[in-house]
């Protein structure tokens, strides 16, 4: 059946119980025929003894700012011990299975410590595994320069690292096995009524990821799409539940006119966010945001009037932002503790009356509107931070009706 990549995150391989839910769906997929390659995160999330977090404050408690360097060396020790266990499990079972690291599954990386990019991946050694029978378990979230230097990719790693090993194995599927059934309309934890959605198209899971859902990394949906790739979020739990298609095509479905027909996908949100309002001439905030770029702080919802120019931006990053706009002179205003609720689909600016219809769901909640911004995918709504939830309840609820 060839070769299908499975992507494995962190709760899913938390416990010794939940790793052997995982060699279930590796036995179950691989007595279907496949040749299964399978990419591991770190155990478990923040406060478990192997999670990422962990390992970095193992450095941070002895030394407030080790070296990135030895940062990723650490940090790639999570993905190491949950890919050995598994790989240990399986054997077990009496099947063949061998874990590599990233270095040795052949991904070359850019020397950017924390947050490096993949250059290049050399399949060869995981063919040749795969071609003696055996699964081949990788660490994700990691790989190597070329003069062999450990390096990793930074958060949502493992879900890059497995679309890459997809595509240079030229898979047609990467599934990714996380703790939920798939993609939901809304955060349930937030929105008790969110449904699961059973397809999605690549630039709404990007603007999803993009925009604060915690389901699947950007660059993993880049990847995806660069290498019409399918994803395929299903739920290490509920293994038999078909979770959320991601690149459908007309051939994948018999949903695709419904698909093509809709255009309210989900609601995400994001906190945490700051709002700038700055007083200044064109000439005067382009070198601002020059200034910015450089210093790598990532702007989002930029509106010019004509006496003032707004943006926003993640919280931590304000007092960079200050310091810039105090040395440039400029008369400035900043409202923190904001969050960004967005509502996502894929003809959102070509319905008529979908920004008259938010607006007016928002002011029948008593919501006040900050400030918004719109393109061909997305509306993004910036409010109070107390009110994030409230906005994604009045959003979610009229959805209907808005779309």
Do not use: W
Not at 131 to 147: L, M, P, R
Not at 371 to 394: N, P, R
């Amino acid at each position: 059946m060839g070769i299908l990549v499975q992507k494995f995150g962190g709760t899913s391989v938390a416990s010794v119980e939940k790793m052997k839910k995982v060699c279930n769906i590796i036995e179950n997929y691989r007595k279907k025929g496949n040749d299964l390659v399978i990419v591991v995160s770190a155990m478990g999330r923040k406060g478990d003894p192997y999670a990422t977090d962990t390992l970095i404050n193992l450095c941070t408690n002895v030394n407030q700012k080790p070296k990135k360097r030895e940062l990723d060396l650490i940090m790639s020790c999570g993905e190491v011990i949950s890919g050995t266990i598994l790989s240990s499990m399986l054997e077990g079972r009496g099947i063949p299975s061998v874990f590599l690291t990233g270095t040795q599954a052949g991904i070359i990386t850019t020397k950017i410590y924390s947050n490096s990019k993949i250059k290049e991946i050399n399949p060869t050694r995981i063919q040749r595994e795969l071609d003696e029978g055996k699964v081949v378990v990788i660490a994700g979230f990691q790989g190597g320069t070329e003069d062999g230097e450990v390096t990793t990719l930074g958060r949502g790693g493992s879900d890059t690292s497995a679309v890459a090993i997809g595509k240079a194995l030229g898979c047609e599927t990467v599934q990714i096995y996380t703790d939920v059934d798939g993609i939901m309309t809304a955060d349930p934890r937030i929105e008790p009524s969110a449904k699961i959605l059973d397809y999605c198209d690549y630039e709404e899971v990007f603007q999803m990821a993009e925009k604060g859902a915690k389901v699947i990394h950007p660059r993993a949906v880049e990847l995806a799409k660069n290498g019409d790739i399918v994803l395929e979020i299903k739920n290490t739990l509920n293994p038999s539940c078909k979770g959320t298609r991601i690149g459908l095509t007309r051939d994948a479905g018999g949903s695709y006119e419904d698909f093509q027909s809709r255009f309210m996908t989900s609601v995400a949100h994001k906190d945490n966010i700051a709002q700038v309002k700055v007083k200044s001439s064109e000439a005067l905030f382009s070198k601002i945001l020059n200034e910015m770029e450089e210093k790598h702080i990532n702007l989002d919802m930029i509106n010019f009037f004509t006496e003032e120019k707004a943006f926003a931006l993640d919280q931590n990053n304000i007092n960079l932002v200050e310091e810039i706009l105090k040395k440039n002179n400029v008369e400035y205003e900043v409202r923190k503790h904001c969050a960004k609720v967005t509502l996502i689909g894929t003809k959102i600016t070509e319905t008529p009356g979908v920004i008259a219809r938010v607006v007016r769901a928002l002011s029948k909640a008593g919501i006040t509107l900050l400030q918004s911004s719109d393109s061909y995918t997305c509306l993004t709504c910036l409010v109070k931070e107390e009110d994030m939830i409230d906005t994604v309840h009045a959003i979610h609820k009229d959805r209907k009706s808005v779309v």
